[in-house]
């Protein structure tokens, strides 16, 4: 565990745990508000992403950010993150041992930030961080308290744009940490 970002940030910077490193523009650690009350935790990069180095820029990075306006979240009081670092080919989903490779650094960014509220978009990161028994179509929009930290997954902005009914739930799941974190303050 590191002590402090920018040991972190150093750490991964010519990261090579898996094979994602091979075809990467940029490694995607995260950003936003490093001591929020509220993190976001996703898959992975897309090729926006890796383009850029930041988390969630793309189409559906746009979408979920129209959500937060809407609530009156700031994009910039949050932190956003993914299971891995590094993009996967074709955007096909991480391969376990990939995201293995890439946990260590997502729990170190947990411990520095501190966050009351995680919010996992898709099944990816609900399953690598509360484990392989959840599924996202049963467990969205149901709250799951661990070690002080309040879990809320939820459908990733990318099935939003691939099923429009998503939205309203991904759009009431949001309210619920709005009124979650509105009740931690």
Partial sequence: MYENWKELEQSI???QKCKLCQNRTNIVFGTGNKEAKVMLIGEGPGADEDKEGIPFVGKAGQLMNKALTGLGLN???LYIANIVKCRPPSNRVPEQD???ACLDYL???VVLVKPKIIVLLGSTALKNI?????GITSARGTWVEKKGIFYMP???PAA???DENKK???WNDLKEVKKKLENLV
């Fill in 107 to 109: 729990r170190n960014q």
């Fill in 98 to 100: 990939e995201a293995q």
């Fill in 154 to 156: 939820t459908w990733h």
């Fill in 160 to 162: 939003l744009l691939r």
């Fill in 130 to 134: 509360l484990g392989k028994e959840y």
């Fill in 168 to 170: 309203i739930e991904f």
């Fill in 75 to 77: 994009r910039e009081e």
């Fill in 13 to 15: 910077i010519h990261c």
